[in-house]
């Protein structure tokens, strides 16, 4: 009779696993998920979609705001540029307030339609100062007219509109991935895989949305038809918006965990309360009981090696506890061991993370210093124009080609060769495959440099503005197409590894990360353009990257990035090497995460 009863339990918890999600999500109403009924590519379709919109929108702004700002405001180049990657930046540091603020309180779905409202608020106003105030005289802004003088008041009604945009993209940005992922349940293995599909696609489908922005929008702004471009964009984050809350009933959501700022604050103070405590081996380690846990509903988290200070906060001593008859314990004197661990992952992720940062630095210069050398070349076929923005959608088409290509062809071949089911190359190896090919893009936009300055045509002496290279604008492909492969195993294998790393309670943290290093990335480019402007500028010489590319030194700049590069890549491949993967157990009992990341 035991034995029949343990069949009828384990069959019941079966049908059980296919009704509802296994790994704690629920639907709009506060029920668990169920499996049929919610999630899966039927919901995430719609987020790709949402998340094609809103990139299609954000870099009908980005994409030529360098231009913008000599055109239209005045600004020389060194400075546009400057301003563009402050701007980029300021997106994702925002990302940082979206992540807090999921994690914490809102939940996924929530802070994603808040910060899509503002969005959609900052792109609508843009889109009216520019047409009211800025575009004077009529049809200004375009290659031959200039615009006239704008007032201080005028000026600041265009900067807080673009920062309203980066505020909403950014606390919109890292939220949306991890929701999209959300969707499907990594502890059913028929859905596991397609969450992991599904950053591919993700990345792909803000590619595509970016297409329509770099080409169409793109030449229209460069043809000074800047407000019907930011109109579009505006238009566009609308749709997106409206799309995203049309399917609310399908969607999965984990529960907001609570301030993740405070449960790290007190696994802090209560390892250094008693750095004295001479702890035994492995042993008297305190792990809450379900119902008590500060994260209710994440997985737990399994005791690891390393960072042993830590493990201090979830020793027991006697003085732990309120009562302990009760189980009241002091949160700032003990700590549950999944509460350590999240510290642990955090600290593991930050050698990885700060890695990543001076690959976003050669990621910006495709917004800004490539758009400034591609307008410096031949950029005319018989009568047509190509804008110099336009370029990018080679990295676009780029990174479209690579995706399927490492989907359909390099991951299966690489998974047979390594006679793996999880797949051939994890992500600690795609990232640094990105960083090689980083490498190359800053060598072959530094050639491209070195030919354009020799067929550069002969400037007058004061000349603010170069005349164009007899060098066709064609010979940035190169450039472009290493940026987007690169993407492809830097970006997309982020996304899937911070996500995967971190702690049910800070995915969205985990995604965060990934734009703030591209944050950080814009504003170690800022500072690196500077200190060398400040150096290489001397009473004879105008520096590396002055307004006329044809007196400068563009190459030099891209060849010290080949060799930041490199430097990097050898201390990832140090970091990357020590990386200990993160352990938890799921809703089933079962251990994840025993993959190998050894690079």
Request: aromatic content about 14%; some cysteine.
């Amino acid at each position: 009779m035991a034995i029949g009863g343990v069949t009828k339990k384990k069959t019941m918890k079966k049908e059980q696993d296919d009704v509802y999600t296994m790994d704690g999500t629920v639907d709009c109403r506060g029920h668990p998920a169920n499996r049929q009924e919610t999630g899966k590519w039927f919901a995430s379709n719609i987020i790709l979609v949402n998340q094609g919109l809103a990139t299609l929108a954000f870099f009908g702004v980005g994409v030529n705001l360098v231009l913008f700002l000599t055109r239209v405001l005045g600004e020389n180049n060194a400075d546009a540029a400057n301003a563009v990657s402050k701007w980029t930046g300021t997106v994702y540091i925002f990302s940082l307030v979206g992540a807090f603020l999921s994690d914490a309180y809102w939940g996924r779905f929530k802070t994603c339609a808040i910060f899509q409202i503002i969005f959609v608020m900052g792109l609508a106003s843009l889109s009216l100062s520019t047409y009211l105030f800025l575009l004077r005289p009529k049809g200004c802004g375009d290659r031959i007219t200039p615009c006239g003088k704008h007032s201080n008041m005028e000026k600041g009604l265009f900067y807080l509109s673009i920062y309203l945009v980066a505020l909403g993209y950014g606390g919109y940005q890292p939220n949306i991935a991890t929701f999209g992922a959300d969707q499907f349940d990594e502890d059913y293995q028929k859905e596991s895989h397609a969450k992991v599909a599904f950053f591919s696609y993700f990345y792909l489908a803000m590619n595509l949305g970016s297409l329509f922005s770099n080409t169409l929008l793109g030449y229209f702004e460069d043809e000074g038809m800047w407000a019907l471009g930011f109109w579009a964009s505006a238009a566009s984050a609308f749709l997106a918006l409206v799309l995203f809350l049309a399917r609310t009933p399908k969607y999965r959501h984990f529960k907001a965990t609570g301030n993740p700022l405070s449960r790290l604050s007190q696994v802090l103070i209560a390892a250094i309360r008693k750095w004295r405590t001479n702890m035994p081996e492995g042993e008297g380690l305190y792990e809450a009981e379900e119902k008590e846990c500060s994260t209710e509903g994440s997985r737990k988290l399994l005791h690891s090696e390393g960072f042993k200070f830590l493990d201090k906060a979830a020793y027991i001593n006697s003085g732990d506890f309120y009562n302990q008859e009760q189980g009241l314990r002091n949160p700032w004197r003990l700590c549950p061991i999944t509460q350590v661990e999240e510290v642990k992952c955090i600290l593991r992720l930050l050698p990885i993370w700060l890695c990543t940062i001076i690959y976003s630095v050669v990621f910006t210069q495709m917004a800004s210093l490539f758009v400034e050398q591609g307008a410096a070349m031949k950029t005319t076929v018989s009568n047509f124009r190509i804008p110099a923005a336009s370029m990018s959608s080679f990295d676009i088409l780029s990174v479209v080609v690579f995706v399927f290509f490492y989907r359909r062809v390099l991951d299966p071949l690489m998974s047979r060769l390594r006679k793996t089911e999880s797949g051939g190359l994890t992500e600690l190896h795609r990232m640094g495959i990105g960083l090689i090919i980083a490498v190359m893009a800053m060598v072959s936009a530094g050639i491209v440099e070195c030919y354009r300055l020799k067929y550069a045509i002969k400037d007058c002496p004061h000349c603010k503005a170069p005349n164009p290279s007899t060098l066709s604008i064609f010979w940035q492909i190169p450039q472009y197409v290493f940026i987007g492969a690169s993407e492809v195993f830097m970006y997309v294998g982020q996304l899937e590894f911070f996500n995967a790393q971190a702690p049910d309670g800070l995915k969205s943290f985990g995604s965060a990360l990934c734009m703030t290093s591209i944050s950080l990335g814009n504003y170690v480019s800022s500072l690196i353009v500077s200190i060398v402007m400040k150096i290489s500028t001397e009473d004879h010489m105008p520096g590396w990257i002055p307004g006329n590319l044809n007196k400068g030194h563009l190459d030099r700049f891209y060849f010290l990035l080949a060799a930041l590069t490199t430097i990097d890549f050898v201390v990832y491949i140090l970091c990357a090497r020590s990386y200990k993967r993160i352990k938890m157990e799921g809703k089933s009992g079962e251990e994840h995460g025993q993959i190998s990341y050894d690079v």
